[in-house]
Structure formats: structure tokens, C-alpha cells
């Protein structure tokens, strides 16, 4: 069965320093992955996502990805941290035009 | 890309009440779909919106309780019925946009809905 998991449900990290944000999918075939955003009281905003190609990504807001299908993973990443990126991060599969799986949320909280 | 709206925004309703939801989006997308994403949860897809049609359900989710309409390509909306404090929920507009051969779904600002 079609699944994601982000195993880690809140982190903190200090402003400046990086932040890996890690997904973990279970697809039959070759799934297209995304990351999406979620600022306090506000809708989904795509970061990025992954179909084809270069399994390194990059998205919005200084956002990268990396697919590594031997690991069934597109772990989510960013250099230095804003205060603004604390938000709530999900993790999503695309398995057909009408099916997307999300994972369950990681909130970021970002120290001074 | 699509830019989604929602009305309302957000809406405190008494139980028993019914509310409709709004979504509209800016250009003619194939799908659309209607989201429920409960306090601290991930989102739970209700149904999908088809145009001229009735509306395909998920498991748990009936007709009766989320009646939805979508009379055309760029409008559709949700009834959330006879409402009760689990209701409480925000509810999210998605569409598809087939880029190529590819499909990226994007997503309205939500209905934040309190039910007391």
C-alpha cells in the first residue's frame, strides 16, 4: 500500500544553521514526490517536487530535495535557516492523477 | 500554476447547521478536490469534484454529510451538514494542473471551520 512517513514530528533548530527535514514512501512504481509548506493559518504552498531526472531539486525559498530511491527517501533541505521558514512541512506522493498521499507533518520551529 | 480562493475564509457555525464552502480557481483544471486537514493531522482527501457528475467519494466520507457541486471546469463547492463539533476542521480546495506529462496539484487558502 501506497504510504509516507515523516518520522519526525516537531524540530528546532537555531536561525542560521541547516535543516534536513527527512520522508520516507512506499510506492510500487516511481512516485512523484513534492514538499509542501504550510505558514500558520495559511494554506499549502508547493516548495517542490520530483518526477524525472535529476534526483536534486531545487524548489522556492532556498529549498533543495534529494530522491534516493535506494532508500525510499526525498529528504527535504535548506543551508541556513529564516526565522520565517517556521511552518509546518509536509511530504506528499503523487501515485496517478488523482491520488496523493501526504505524510503526516513535521513542524519546524526556528530558535533566535 | 492555479491561484485558488475559498469562501468563506473561516466561519464559527452551531451544530446542527449546514455550511457551503466555496472554490474557485482561475483558469479550467480537470480536477478538483476537497480536502479535510483536522487540528494537528495531515490532510484527509474527502472527495473529488467532477464536473456535470456526481462527486467520488473516500472511504468514510458519504454524500449525505459533504454534498459537493461543480458546474463547471473552475468552481465547485462543499456542504458540510448538519454539522457537529467533530466537523471543526479546515477545509482545503486542491486542484491538478497536467503540466506535460506530469500533474502538480495545488491547493486554495483553506475554510477554517469551528463548529460549537
Known amino acids: 500500500a501506497q504510504s509516507v512517513t515523516q518520522p519526525d514530528i516537531h524540530i528546532t533548530v537555531s536561525e542560521g544553521a541547516s535543516l534536513e527535514l527527512r520522508c520516507n514512501y512506499s510506492?510500487?512504481?516511481?512516485?512523484?514526490l513534492f514538499w509542501y509548506v504550510q505558514s500558520p493559518g495559511q494554506g499549502l504552498q508547493l516548495l517542490l517536487k520530483y518526477f524525472s531526472g535529476d534526483t536534486l531539486v531545487q524548489g522556492i525559498k532556498g529549498f533543495e530535495a534529494e530522491f534516493k530511491r535506494s532508500q525510499s527517501s526525498f529528504n527535504l533541505r535548506k543551508p541556513s535557516v529564516h526565522w520565517s521558514d517556521a511552518a509546518e512541512y509536509f511530504c506528499a506522493v503523487g501515485a496517478g492523477f488523482n491520488k496523493f498521499y501526504f505524510g503526516s507533518g513535521t513542524k519546524l520551529n526556528v530558535k533566535p | 500554476s492555479a491561484v485558488i480562493s475559498q469562501k468563506p475564509s473561516r466561519d464559527i457555525c452551531q451544530r446542527g447547521t449546514s455550511l457551503t464552502i466555496q472554490c474557485q480557481v482561475d483558469?479550467?483544471?480537470?480536477?478538483m478536490f476537497w480536502y479535510r486537514q483536522q487540528p494537528g493531522q495531515s490532510l484527509t482527501l474527502i472527495a473529488t469534484a467532477n464536473q456535470g457528475s456526481e462527486a467520488t467519494y473516500e472511504s468514510g466520507f458519504v454524500i449525505d454529510k459533504f454534498p459537493i457541486s461543480r458546474p463547471n471546469l473552475t468552481f465547485s463547492t462543499l456542504t458540510v451538514s448538519n454539522m457537529s463539533p467533530e466537523d471543526s476542521s479546515i477545509y482545503l480546495c486542491?486542484?491538478?494542473?497536467?503540466?506535460?506529462?506530469?500533474?502538480?496539484?495545488?491547493f486554495g487558502p483553506g475554510t477554517r471551520l469551528t463548529v460549537l
Open positions: 486542491s486542484v491538478v494542473t497536467a503540466q506535460g506529462l506530469t500533474d502538480t496539484q495545488y
Open positions: 510506492y510500487g512504481a516511481t512516485p512523484y
Open positions: 483558469s479550467q483544471v480537470t480536477m
